[in-house]
């Protein structure tokens, strides 16, 4: 081979390798963590087709059993008129007869296997630990020692920290123990021939393992990355970091290095030790290696009619949801007393039936939960910066206290960070949180005491924040002008898209309360970053009511009356409460405790409360509630957005009254008065995403918990603070929901549905839109979410692959 083809050769592998980690989605850490599809970087594909190839490369499943759509079809849930429907939309000649017939036949459960696999089923293994265990586990461990360590020294250039791979190389080398425990004399000796650089590496394995093609090249490193696809989503959430901060940092061809060092150390121990083993192994591996399309499409075929079933329960819902969008809605008075505008999060759907239900002069409107602030906050006596928008973008500018408070506030606060930063390492992990209580014994029993029956609540999110009366924003160092502030209130405006302003509107944000959980943000706001919305409320609502912002505003034709006061609120969606940051009018205040009382009712049958003697006791049940949220032992203190099958882009008119069961997106947009679409635009490739992302985690945390769930929230470890969890003392990092996130024991709580979105917009609009946006095109186009317009006349019309259809319902 010529110097030139063989530097071409390298070139061609590598860029294999870099485009299969081009497929991981990243994962967020457990102090910002927001939902994301686990595929999303697979977008571009359709989603039959990610289903085909994670099926047949790393055996996970995107569907459900036959099991499961057989029992929704003798529920009469999934019914004949569904079935013949989906198996027209997917282009399937089949009966029901034939379909239900599939549901018999077991799916194609090969799959890819690697070196390290083969080996595990070698006689010589019997009886011995894995190699697919021990491989997770060493290099799981040396992945959570190598980030935190990049974390504390703040991942500077001039940091001592080795580049990953060299890191690895070297441990690997020193560690003398893996030889002992998996009970292979002479292992080392490969570990110490592999070579220093990791594009070597790669060219060596794929050498000897007679990898020739490039697209063979990146399938396996595909697989190699699905098996420890925990750290490979922390690396790809690095990447994502750096590219929103205009930098550019990809460590996944490092870890394919790793993973790959351990299929040629291995590859090369057993033809030196075992020789006749080898021949095995290679007879297996050779065969293997060609058939990776074929497992593919095995896999797709295997699949096929099940994705019919999934289709028909997806119409099933979605006949549901047009029924409920064609009812009568309620009216609201002509005068309204206030506005209240919430997060379009599923539980603010509950609340917001709740709230409007006290008076007919209450209207409730949905909005992004970050409220348009595309904000970091800076925590006066911290020093930090943390993003409080979606995740898909970067902060424009930075907000901290401000008054003659912020001093004091700082120095209280850094001394109780001081404080609690022991008990707060030790209280999110499942086996530490008990060993702190038992090393402490009674000197900490008044304080859990006072934890575990909800006597303390100095933890809520508005307790934390109750006191701060100013925020300053800033620009770098920069505060914002007085025209800047109105750029931003007027976009928020703007985007709100309420034809009068009322007396009072609150702006009402989001947050959880919960104790000993680790993926708490995860019930947080996810447009917030993982946080609460206390401050993009806060921030917002100072803006709107700044009179030199308002004078700069009606200058630019945004008139604000003299009389509307913003109010910013907090909606605890554990207890259901609605707190307010400051004094409201005294009806306001008893119209937000009675909302309160009646949604902690309607949710109540899902905690397992309403065969309780609290639950018809409005105090009672409300003390329940708050007791759970407490309750250090308590898993499923809520059910998140668990259920979650809908995106509603409509004027509140068409959906007031309307029970959605907590299970739609509510986004408030009136059409008329959008005469350039550019609000429609900013929801399609915003709100739209994030709601897909939403739904997208917890149908994968069902259809395979084991790969994209994190597992048993009883065994959950922490590691490195913040990074993620462990289940147990090892194993991958984990991703996705908790098994009690989605299941309550006996049933799923989630059924997966992909994200059904109905907008109340021209066609055509929505199609520019879809033109206009790779990314909207891809998830319409590639069906990872059902797409519908809403018409005026309450018909409703399906983007379907040829373009528009008018959907009929029996």
């Not at 009072?504 to 995860?522: E, I």
């Not at 250090?632 to 959605?660: C, K």
Request: glycine share 8%; proline share 4%.
């Amino acid at each position: 081979m010529t110097v030139q083809s063989s530097s071409f050769h390298f070139e061609a592998m590598f860029a294999a390798v870099e485009a299969a980690g081009q497929s991981i989605a990243p994962v967020w850490p457990l102090d910002r963590s927001i939902a994301v599809n686990p595929v999303w970087e697979q977008r571009s594909e359709h989603i039959s087709e990610v289903a085909a190839e994670l099926g047949a490369l790393g055996g996970i499943r995107c569907l459900m059993p036959g099991d499961y759509y057989l029992r929704l079809w003798q529920r009469s849930v999934i019914k004949n008129r569904h079935l013949v429907a989906a198996a027209s939309d997917q282009g399937v000649t089949a009966t029901p007869e034939d379909l239900l017939q599939a549901l018999k036949a077991p799916l194609a459960s090969e799959h890819w296997q690697n070196v390290s696999d083969w080996l595990d089923e070698s006689p010589q293994r019997q009886n011995k630990m894995a190699w697919r265990d021990e491989i997770t586990h060493q290099i799981s461990q040396f992945m959570a020692d190598y980030t935190q360590s990049k974390v504390q020294t703040g991942n500077q250039p001039h940091s001592q920290v080795k580049p990953l791979y060299q890191a690895w190389v070297s441990q690997a080398r020193a560690d003398k123990g893996i030889t002992i425990l998996m009970g292979e004399p002479g292992l080392a000796r490969a570990f110490q021939e592999l070579p220093d650089d990791p594009g070597a590496l790669i060219l060596a394995a794929f050498s000897e393992l007679g990898v020739t093609s490039a697209h063979q090249a990146e399938q396996y490193a595909k697989a190699l990355l699905l098996d420890i696809n925990g750290w490979a989503s922390r690396l790809s959430f690095e990447r994502w970091e750096a590219r929103l901060n205009g930098q550019e940092e990809d460590a996944l061809p490092q870890l394919v290095a790793i993973r790959l060092g351990w299929e040629l150390a291995l590859w090369r121990h057993w033809q030196w030790r075992h020789p006749q083993a080898a021949k095995r192994l290679q007879a297996a591996w050779f065969m293997q290696l060609p058939q990776i399309g074929l497992l593919k499409e095995r896999h797709r075929y295997s699949q096929q009619l099940l994705w019919v079933w999934q289709r028909a329960a997806e119409r099933a819902r979605q006949e549901e949801e047009q029924r409920l969008l064609r009812s009568p809605a309620l009216k609201a008075a002509p005068q309204t007393s206030l506005q209240a505008v919430f997060c379009i999060d599923v539980r603010s759907e509950i609340i917001r039936r709740a709230l409007e239900s006290q008076s007919p002069t209450i209207t409730t409107h949905g909005f992004a939960g970050f409220f348009g602030l595309s904000a970091a906050y800076a925590p006066v006596g911290t020093g930090l910066k943390r993003p409080q928008l979606p995740g898909l973008f970067s902060a424009g500018f930075s907000v901290t206290e401000g008054g003659h408070e912020a001093q004091e506030l700082g120095q209280v606060r850094a001394v109780r960070h001081q404080q609690q930063a022991a008990w707060n390492d030790f209280s999110r992990g499942a086996s530490t949180a008990f060993s702190m209580v038992e090393a402490l014994g009674l000197t900490y029993a008044g304080k859990l005491l006072k934890r575990t029956f909800g006597w303390q609540r100095d933890d809520h999110p508005v307790n934390d924040l109750a006191t701060t009366g100013h925020w300053d924003l800033y620009q770098g160092e920069r505060p914002l002008t007085i025209s800047e502030k109105a750029d931003i209130a007027g976009q928020v405006l703007k985007g709100l898209g309420l034809r009068r302003l009322a007396r009072s509107v609150m702006l009402v944000g989001h947050g959880s309360h919960t104790t000993n959980n680790p993926h708490a943000a995860g019930l947080d706001c996810g447009a917030c970053g993982g946080q609460t919305g206390a401050i993009n409320v806060q921030v917002v609502a100072q803006l709107l009511n700044n009179q030199a912002v308002r004078k700069a505003l009606a200058e630019r034709g945004q008139r604000i009356p003299d009389a509307t006061h913003f109010y910013a609120a907090l909606h605890n969606t554990t207890t259901d409460d609605l707190d307010c940051f400051g004094e409201l009018p005294e009806d306001v205040g008893q119209w937000l405790k009675d909302a309160t009382l009646l949604a902690q009712r309607e949710r109540a049958g899902n905690l397992g409360l309403k065969d309780q003697p609290a639950f018809n006791n409005p105090d009672a049940l409300d003390r329940e509630i708050r007791k759970r949220a407490a309750d250090w032992s308590e898993v499923r203190p809520e059910w998140g957005l668990a259920g979650n099958s809908a995106f509603i882009v409509a004027p509140r008119r068409m959906t007031r009254g309307v029970n959605f069961g907590g299970r739609a997106f509510l986004h408030d947009y009136d059409a008329s008065l959008d005469s350039d679409f550019s609000i429609l635009e900013a929801i399609m490739t915003a709100p739209m995403v994030v709601t897909h992302w939403i739904n997208m985690q917890y149908n994968a945390s069902v259809t395979d918990p084991l790969k994209f769930g994190s597992g048993n929230k009883l065994l959950h470890n922490v590691v490195g603070g913040h990074l993620g969890v462990f289940e147990g003392n090892g194993g991958d990092l984990r991703i996705g929901l908790p098994f009690q996130s989605v299941h309550n024991g006996q049933r799923w709580m989630h059924e997966p549905l992909r994200l059904s979105v109905y907008i109340a917009a021209p066609e055509a609009a929505i199609s520019d839109v879809i033109d206009r946006h790779e990314t909207v095109r891809d998830l319409v186009h590639n069906e990872w979410i059902n797409l519908f317009a809403l018409r005026d006349n309450g018909l409703v019309s399906r983007c379907a692959p040829h373009g528009w259809e008018e959907v009929i319902n029996d």
